[in-house]
Structure formats: C-alpha cells, structure tokens
C-alpha cells in the first residue's frame, strides 16, 4: 500500500514526519510519499541523517497554515495538504 503524507502539516514539521514516515516505511512494508517542500524535506532527512531510500518526495511549493481558513484548500491549488488529497483522490495512494 502506498500512504501520501503532507510533510508540512503538524507539529515540529518536517522533521517529525520525516522521522515517522522513515520509521512507519520500514515497520510496515509500506510505500510512503512525502508531499512538501522537496528541498526542505531533504535538508530535514539529511539534518537527521534519515534516508529517504523507498520514500518518493512529491513537491509542492503552498503550506496551509494554521492561520489560513480551512477554505483556503480551494484556493491554494498548490498546496501540500491539496496535492496529497489529489494523489488520493486519483488512486496514487490507498491512505493519506
């Protein structure tokens, strides 16, 4: 199964969810794709000495932050949380 994950939404982002999605990868035999700042997520698995062997990076330039209106998905088309629903949504992944 593949799981897409925002790397750019939660607490401590990125790093938590590098650091998760590297431990979920090997614990679970999933295959994990990481939707962000392909840069920044990068610097962050390096940062932590974390490979990102088997995780696919899909970037995406727009974070919805918390200050955002949860409408504001419609509008930042660009966004991590918007593309990882859209992989979903088009079957590249079975979670998100």
Same mark, same amino acid.
């Given at each position: 199964?593949?799981?897409?994950?925002?790397?750019?939404?939660?607490?401590?982002? $990125?790093?938590?969810?590098?650091?998760?999605?590297?431990?979920?990868?090997?614990?679970?035999?999933?295959? +994990?794709?990481?939707?962000?700042?392909?840069?920044?997520? !990068?610097?962050?698995?390096?940062?932590?000495?974390?490979?990102?062997?088997?995780?696919?990076?899909?970037?995406? $330039?727009?974070?919805?932050?918390?200050?955002?209106? $949860?409408?504001?998905?419609?509008?930042?088309?660009?966004?991590? +949380? !918007?593309?990882?629903?859209?992989?979903?949504?088009?079957?590249?992944?079975?979670?998100?």
């Amino acid at each position: 199964m593949k799981i897409v994950i925002d790397a750019m939404g939660g607490d401590n982002a $990125p790093d938590e969810i590098v650091k998760g999605a590297a431990l979920a990868k090997k614990e679970l035999l999933a295959s +994990m794709i990481l939707v962000g700042d392909e840069e920044v997520i !990068r610097k962050s698995a390096e940062k932590q000495d974390i490979s990102l062997s088997g995780i696919t990076v899909c970037h995406a $330039p727009d974070v919805i932050t918390m200050e955002d209106s $949860p409408l504001s998905i419609r509008d930042k088309s660009d966004s991590s +949380m !918007r593309i990882a629903f859209k992989m979903l949504k088009e079957g590249q992944a079975g979670a998100f």
